[in-house]
């Protein structure tokens, strides 16, 4: 602080140190540069700003009241009584000498402590103040004699508290400002005090934690994890060749002379005729598109058999004209038997059927644009029954076949039953049938 408290006094040499303003300003200018060099030096400790603004504080009152103790003496001398000496020749008047005041520099920064020539007109304090290492105290040039003071502008009847008070408190506005306003003494001094706060501490920056570290890992690998499944699902890396999921070229074809639906494909087919020997007489028959069904087929209902046919509580059969010719329009109104229509099946088909597994077709038609699901299920007396067969009706005419095989333990006499539910969800959605027909086991 010793610093601080020369370079103040050496700002009150050289500048007009009897005006109460004129220090003010230069004690404010001490605490401006208090503050600048706490901030650049990053002391941010409260108790070690406090205690520098307080030694600062007591420097700025001991030198005030040596100031005060010295217009006091300077009043009450009288001035001394000069020799009568030969009037000066005249001589050309010169211009008002100017008043340098020196630089005093902290850290390479230059700053200028006494108050500028305009200080009265423009209001620009702009006097500053720098302490530190590498200043020059040697750097003074002889005072320029001040004009003399004024009881108006220095009170030294007040007391030494009041005085610094003001003095601490003192605004930086220029003169003229000060003499307007209202929150100002003649003195110059605020009425209230100005309280100086310190800067907020900048908090250091918080480094990442461990989580945080842990998210970001798992990120990363989750999106190169996401990427490499989109490389492999999307076949960016396969070839041409792996890549072609068409028909392999040439496309294989079959033809009427490659199978005939007598016989098993092993088998050479007779060019006499003759049935084949041994099992191969035995094996299912398959339907050929192109040739129909053949005459082992025996077909026990078609549309006009209207007798044969029932309908449950919540189903209707109609006999309608389709495109492809007559049909029996199903329709059921729930999923369960009530819902169902039950065709006969004659009790002779039944006997034909005992003892081996026999082949049912069914040719059925959606009744709408969309394709509906349809259940049927059977019943033959003590024969036993089937399971329930689930099947999709086309809006396209279409041959439906699923297998029965019957038990070899007693003769049927009265005649079985098919039950055709036409909508498993129950919406009342229908199927057309045309025809049901049989293909006994052998």
């Not at 003399?148 to 601490?168: I, N």
């Not at 003192?170 to 110059?188: M, Q």
């Amino acid at each position: 602080m010793s610093g601080l408290e020369t370079a103040i006094r050496s700002a009150l040499d050289r500048s007009e140190r009897s005006r109460a303003e004129v220090r003010a300003r230069i004690y404010q200018s001490a605490r401006q540069a208090l503050e600048a060099g706490l901030k650049k030096q990053n002391v941010n400790d409260p108790e070690t700003v406090a205690e520098q603004r307080h030694r600062l504080e007591a420097t700025i009152h001991a030198i005030e009241q040596e100031e005060r103790a010295r217009l006091k003496a300077e009043v009450t001398v009288e001035p001394p009584v000069r020799a009568a000496t030969p009037p000066p020749a005249p001589t050309t008047p010169r211009a008002p000498a100017v008043h340098q005041e020196p630089d005093l520099s902290v850290a390479g920064e230059s700053r200028d402590l006494r108050p500028p020539a305009n200080a009265r007109a423009s209001g620009d304090d702009a006097a500053s103040l720098s302490f530190g290492v590498g200043r020059d105290h040697d750097r003074r040039q002889e005072p320029v004699p001040s004009p003399s003071p004024s009881l108006d502008d220095v009170r030294a009847d007040r007391a030494e508290a009041d005085d610094l008070s003001r003095l601490d408190e003192f605004s930086t506005k220029s003169p003229a400002a000060v003499e307007t306003d209202d929150s100002y003494d003649e003195d110059g001094f605020a009425r209230e005090p100005v309280n100086i706060r310190a800067e907020p501490v900048a908090k250091p920056r918080r480094r990442r934690g461990f989580l945080s570290r842990i998210l970001i890992f798992v990120t990363i690998l989750s999106s190169i994890g996401i990427g490499a499944w989109w490389v492999y699902s999307t076949g960016l890396l396969l070839t041409p060749a792996q890549r072609e999921t068409g028909l392999p070229s040439p496309v294989p074809s079959a033809s009427s002379e490659d199978y005939t639906g007598d016989q098993p494909a092993d088998q050479p087919s007779d060019p006499q005729g003759a049935q084949p020997a041994g099992d191969a007489a035995n094996q299912p028959k398959t339907i050929d598109p192109q040739r129909g069904f053949s005459s082992d087929w025996i077909e026990f209902f078609q549309p006009s058999d209207v007798s044969k046919i029932a309908a449950g509580p919540n189903a209707t059969v109609d006999v309608i004209g389709a495109s492809d010719g007559r049909a029996i329009h199903i329709v059921s109104r729930s999923s369960d038997v009530t819902g169902a229509a039950s065709i006969e099946v004659p009790a002779d088909l039944l006997r034909q059927m005992v003892g081996q597994t026999s082949t049912l077709a069914i040719t059925v038609q959606s009744s709408s644009e969309k394709p509906i699901q349809f259940a049927l299920t059977c019943a033959f007396d003590r024969l036993g029954d089937c399971a329930r067969h689930r099947f999709t009706a086309n809006p396209e005419k279409a041959d439906l076949l699923f297998r029965v095989t019957l038990p070899n333990t007693v003769v049927a006499n009265t005649p079985g039953k098919l039950f055709i539910n036409s909508d498993i969800g129950g919406e009342g959605s229908g199927i057309n049938l045309y025809a049901i027909r049989l293909l006994p086991g052998r």
